[in-house]
């Protein structure tokens, strides 16, 4: 939510800012500005719109360039998305400019002080205040580093901020607290980032920030302090992918390119966690196995796509070590106040790392002294920063913000988990582990096989094109498969789109049914349970009956589906747990080809952002 660059170094700071937010556009695109510190003093740019809207904006009128700038690409919060209040916002004199993500609490009082002190603020924003604080600190303390801590202990909220100041010529000064910020070292430059992205054109050296930390650039280095001035530790790291992985790579869309790389993103998650006997090995989970014996509940909070990875993993974690298991949507877990203690594990999946409402989960989670285990796909994020363990999923950067292949990495990562706690409860044997992490071998062949097959499902999607809804059933691990397609219908093709436990629909959503209404049903494997798989072939033939067309997933071989299914697509015969790994993909497909047929934005669907940094 909001992306954030800062630069000091020799290169031409505007370009190295564009190109930045052209990396992070997928955090928010509802207007994009810059500020460049130049001849002495400050200029900036910013339009509401894409990020193209700026650039244009800076043809038609040029910055003076320099080696010092910021940027920002917007999610809005307060404040329509206008020119007036993009980012940067700058103090009445226009000597500070200052870029923010995340919401400043505390913003309306704040305000109210600055205008009895004559401070004339003029957006909409909780952000403008800061520029006007960090002015009037700045005249009384010389230093931008020391007026940003001093600004961030009055305020309230989550935040990283990122200023210059025309009379602090080469240096770039930024903060955050519950908000991500990274720092890039290169040769003679530093970067600032709301991630490694931004910079990994330049370097693949970087520093994590902690909470409550400012940051200060200069030619000659960064120093990190916390609030109060404290020099802080600092935690340095190498990017292990490059800049060609945050590429398209020909694909049209990201996501495109995100869904065709699944295979080696579920093989690259099982890599290393695997010895040469075929066991299970997860060093990096760093709670002791006699912990995990005493464990008496699983619970997985997580939001939208990584909660429909929690809903599967449920019946994984169920089956494979009999431990009662709860999925949380995040944003709802800490409201009810749950009943944890220390013999309760709590699993927070994130792909980003950084969002809001997980990370607000697990802080009160842990405040109960539950166990906080971390899957997640984002290095040195927050969400693992915070948590007892962690559980990296390999997937490489996702961009698009429709979650594909994160999706496909959490679901090996949480039967991983499923699997490392049987072994260690000694509800699985070694060989019954053993078993599994082959058939888990065999997964991304799986994907590649589905992903060759897919003309008939992008066919079928552009023709129904001119369609208002679809509905998604399923039944078993299927039922959370069809939450995750309707999620990506919704989201991607602004349809209505349903996900319905098959078995429910003569409870009430049977009432939707009506002619050549478009049901997607994903049909249980039939190595599962055969009862199961009967009674989904029963609601095929319900919903038939009441004139639904009907688009049918199932194995192949599956013959008994065949006579009610208008549409078939068919996926590779998977041991029944880890089917969905393969039933999702088709749609993800269909999902990504009917927005495409419907014109709209595909990697920046409307009002959304890929982290949501925001409660
Ligand atoms: O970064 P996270 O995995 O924590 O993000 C959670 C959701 O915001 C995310 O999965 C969202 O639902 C996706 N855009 C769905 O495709």
């Keep these: 939510m909001c992306g954030i660059v800062g630069y000091v170094g020799g290169q031409s700071a505007l370009d190295v800012v564009i190109a930045g937010l052209k990396r992070l556009e997928y955090r928010g695109y509802d207007s994009a500005g810059v500020a460049v ?32 700038a910021i940027g920002h690409t917007r999610w809005a919060t307060h404040g329509a998305p206008t020119d007036l209040n993009a980012h940067p916002h700058l103090d009445n004199a226009g000597r500070v400019a200052v870029v923010h993500n995340g919401i400043i609490e505390n913003f309306a009082v704040l305000r109210a002080e600055l205008a009895t002190r004559g401070h004339e603020l003029v957006s909409e924003t909780d952000t403008e205040v800061v520029g006007h604080l960090l002015a009037e600190s700045f005249s009384s303390c010389g230093d931008l580093a020391d007026a940003m801590r001093q600004v961030c202990r009055r305020l309230e909220g989550a935040f ?14 930024g903060a955050r607290r519950n908000s991500p910020l990274v720092v890039g070292v290169g040769e003679g430059e530093f970067f600032l980032a709301s991630d490694v992205t931004a910079f990994i054109d330049h370097t693949r050296s970087a520093i994590e920030l902690g909470q409550d930390q400012v940051v200060e650039l200069r030619l000659g280095g ?15 790291y190498h990017v292990d992918w490059d800049a060609s992985a945050a590429e398209k790579g020909g694909y049209d869309y990201f996501m495109l390119k995100e869904i065709a790389e699944q295979p080696k993103a579920v093989a690259d998650t099982l890599l290393g966690r695997i010895d040469t006997t075929g066991a299970l090995r997860l060093d990096e989970i760093r709670i002791p196995a006699s912990v995990l014996r005493e464990v008496t509940k699983v619970v997985l909070v997580a939001c939208g796509t990584a909660f429909h990875a929690g809903l599967i993993a449920k019946y994984a974690i169920e089956h494979w070590t009999r431990i009662p298991c709860e999925v949380e949507l995040a944003s709802e877990f800490r409201y009810r106040d749950p009943i944890l203690d220390e013999r309760t594990l709590v699993i927070a999946i994130s792909q980003s790392g950084e969002t ?34 962690v559980l990296y999923t390999h997937a490489g950067p996702e961009v698009a913000v429709a979650s594909t292949k994160a999706f496909l990495t959490q679901l090996v990562a949480c039967y991983l988990v499923a699997l490392y706690l049987g072994q260690a409860r000694g509800t699985q044997t070694a060989d019954e582990v053993r078993t599994v992490i082959r058939e888990l071998a065999d997964v991304p062949d799986a994907v590649g096989r589905v992903l060759q097959t ?16 679809v509905l998604f059933l399923g039944r078993h691990m299927g039922y959370p498969v069809a939450l995750e397609g309707a999620l990506k219908l919704k989201e991607l093709a602004y349809m209505h789109a349903e996900g319905f436990a098959a078995g429910e629909l003569k409870h009430g959503p049977i009432a939707l049914i009506e002619e050549d209404l478009p049901v997607v049903v994903v049909v249980p494997s039939l ?65 990504c080809e009917l927005a495409t047929a419907r014109g709209n934005e595909v990697d920046q669907p409307r009002n959304l952002a890929k982290s949501v940094t925001v409660e």
């Design 37 to 68: 510190l130049a001849d002495g003093g400050l200029a900036t740019a910013k339009k509401a719109g894409k990020l193209v809207n700026l650039e244009k904006e800076l043809k038609d009128r040029p910055l003076p360039d320099g080696f010092s």
């Design 160 to 173: 990283t901020l990122v200023a210059v100041h025309s009379d602090a010529p080469d240096v770039v000064v």
């Design 222 to 236: 960064v120093t990190v302090t916390d609030f109060a001035g404290a020099a802080a530790e600092v935690r340095s």
């Design 356 to 389: 809001m409402d997980t990370l607000m989960a697990l802080r009160h989670a842990r405040e109960q002294g539950a166990r906080v285990l971390a899957i997640c796909n984002t290095n040195g994020s927050t969400i693992p920063r915070e948590s007892d363990a």
């Design 454 to 469: 897919m003309g008939p499902v992008r066919e079928l999607a552009r023709s129904l094109a001119q369609k208002d809804t």
């Design 527 to 591: 190595r599962g349970q055969p009862i199961l798989h009967d009674k989904i072939v029963s609601n095929i033939q319900e919903i038939r009956a009441r004139g639904a067309r009907t688009i049918v997933i199932a194995e192949e071989g599956d013959g008994t589906v065949e006579p009610y299914a208008d549409h078939l697509i068919r996926i590779p015969v998977t041991p029944a747990l880890l089917q969905p790994m393969v039933t999702t993909v088709p749609l993800q497909v269909f999902a």
